[in-house]
């Protein structure tokens, strides 16, 4: 373990020392390595599927959920998808020497900020191998050394995919070992990985809530951390039931294992009995087992087919990450307010209404990374905000919060111009 350890040391060394270059390259180099990478992912698209299936048959064997492996899963469809991401984030600004904020101060003094590299930052990821290209493309344009340690669920395909970026990154005429991958899945690593602060500046975990409980409470530097989701879509009595269905159906239904997906629906009293059984119908024809309170089995259990299931009070707040969810009435939109602020996770919630000021009051007292007003919490992704792809979604306030793209991956530093100024 010993050696072991030594190698990661001498990884984490060769990031800082290079992460001192990173902050100076050109755009043009960072854009060249994004398109190598584009290009590599699908020129070498069966070593990396073939890599990909070990790991898939590796899982298999070991009971993996269908969440997990859903997770794990890489097909051509997808590399195709994480490759133009990664062409999306070399069209953005570079946000590396971005001057703002510049202005004199009444004593002549020249002040302002200049956006910087955040150094060395750490990603630790359990079974995403997708993460290894949107973590590392995204840290690459934004002058950033990087640290990769996957789990072991999928360290051929995270292997494969690292050896893509390092090789695709050097072409372009970036520093050799920007991008440092731990081949290593020996989870002593993580705990030491943890108390490399004078190397690494951020950590950045994507797992479950038990790895993510354990890097929070044992990192020496700084972590930013998130992707608990438990979404919730509350259908306001103004809501289009027309379009309250087709959101509550793509929230639920469109990739239930992912953390933006809806978990509890809450329906407003006085609409319930009209709209429940149209959700039902739709959400019957994708196998989706309903969690129910009191009202709500009453109103449905005359239905044939439907999945229905007594709600016990476990099931309020809790991440189902399949086609399960639970659902319940409410008599208005403080009570809706209330059970997300009692069980939501700060990640995506939703409101589908038509009055304009319970839309706002809904916005503005609801305390999440994300708040939406007639659309489906699925939209909570980097590549859908326009960020190209992101490293994470956060669902703490600081430094960054929601999906974390180039710009979250910067610091800032004060620029200050005198001339001969001495304070008195």
Request: net charge neutral; proline share 3%; charged share 20%.
């Amino acid at each position: 373990m010993k050696s072991v350890i030594n190698e990661l040391e001498e990884k984490g060394r060769t990031a800082k020392a290079i992460s001192r270059h990173m902050a100076y390259l050109s755009t043009e180099v960072k854009n060249k390595a994004l398109t190598n990478i584009a290009n590599d992912l699908i020129a070498k698209r069966d070593e990396i599927l073939a890599a990909n299936q070990i790991d898939q048959q590796e899982a298999e064997k070991a009971d993996m959920t269908a969440a997990m492996l859903d997770r794990l899963l890489l097909t051509s469809e997808r590399l195709e998808s994480i490759a133009q991401d990664v062409l999306a984030v070399a069209t953005l600004p570079d946000p590396v020497g971005e001057v703002f904020d510049m202005r004199t101060l009444p004593n002549g003094l020249l002040i302002g900020r200049k956006r910087v590299p955040l150094g060395v930052i750490g990603a630790i990821y359990e079974s995403r191998p997708n993460v290894t290209i949107d973590i590392s493309s995204l840290c690459l344009k934004s002058g950033n050394a990087l640290i990769l340690r996957g789990g072991k669920e999928a360290v051929n395909s995270n292997s494969a995919l690292a050896k893509v970026v390092q090789g695709a990154a050097t072409r372009a005429g970036m520093p050799n070992g920007a991008v440092q991958f731990i081949e290593n899945t020996d989870r002593t690593l993580v705990a030491y990985m943890l108390t490399m602060s004078d190397i690494i500046d951020l950590i950045i975990p994507r797992g479950g809530a038990g790895l993510i409980k354990f890097i929070k409470e044992k990192a020496a530097m700084p972590v930013v951390a998130g992707g608990i989701g438990v979404c919730h879509t509350y259908v306001d009595e103004s809501a289009d039931l027309a379009k309250a269905v087709a959101i509550a159906y793509n929230a639920k239904v469109q990739r239930p294992t992912v953390c933006n997906a809806l978990d509890t629906l809450l329906i407003h009293t006085n609409i319930a009995e009209a709209y429940l059984p149209l959700v039902a119908t739709e959400w019957v024809k994708a196998d989706v087992e309903m969690h129910c309170d009191k009202r709500a089995l009453s109103i449905l259990k005359s239905m044939p087919s439907l999945k229905l299931v007594p709600a016990t009070g476990d099931d309020w707040g809790k991440e189902f990450l399949s086609l399960v969810a639970a659902v319940k009435i409410v008599r208005s939109l403080d009570e809706a307010i209330g059970h997300i602020e009692d069980y939501g996770s700060g990640h995506s919630e939703a409101i589908v209404a038509q009055d304009y000021s319970t839309a706002m009051r809904f916005l503005n007292e609801v305390d999440a990374a994300c708040v939406y007003v007639n659309a489906s919490t699925r939209f909570t992704d980097g590549s859908q905000f326009g960020l190209g792809a992101e490293v994470g979604i956060s669902t703490q306030k600081m430094h960054a919060r929601g999906p974390l793209g180039l710009k979250e991956m910067t610091s800032y530093k004060w620029l200050i111009f005198g001339s001969g100024h001495v304070r008195p």
